[in-house]
Nanobody, 118 residues
Framework: VQLQASGGGLVQVGGSLRLSCAASGRTSNTYLMGWFRQAPGKEREFVGSINWKTGSTSYSDHVKGRFTISRDYAGNTVFLQMNSLKPWDTAVYLC????????????WGQGTQVTVSS
């Protein structure tokens, strides 16, 4: 599956952004769609994920209550709604796909930059 993330930009503290991740190719064996982020000089960290079939979600403690992941199953698109943004949310955000019976996220998008200014 190929992934294309979009929607990043510059936003002030407390603002909101909505990221999109469009999937193409074979999505029928996709188990999870995940969002990750990587800030300069830091390791990539898990933001959250959504079960592609059921829509159930999971979030890291850093974003729980502020970020929401949803999907348009028919449109093969996953969204990351980010509210109450904070300066430490600044990072490149990447979407990824994990297949059934796979331990790792095998497909990755190119990332979209989110910058939160104070």
């Amino acid at each position: 599956v190929q992934l294309q993330a979009s929607g990043g930009g510059l936003v002030q503290v407390g603002g909101s952004l909505r990221l999109s991740c469009a999937a193409s190719g074979r999505t029928s064996n996709t188990y999870l769609m995940g969002w990750f982020r990587q800030a300069p000089g830091k390791e990539r960290e898990f933001v959250g994920s959504i079960n592609w079939k059921t829509g159930s979600t999971s979030y890291s403690d850093h974003v729980k209550g502020r970020f929401t992941i949803s999907r348009d199953y028919a449109g093969n698109t996953v969204f990351l709604q980010m509210n109450s943004l904070k300066p430490w949310d600044t990072a490149v955000y990447l979407c990824a796909a994990k297949r059934y019976f796979s331990a790792d996220y095998a497909s990755w998008g190119q990332g979209t930059q989110v910058t939160v200014s104070s």
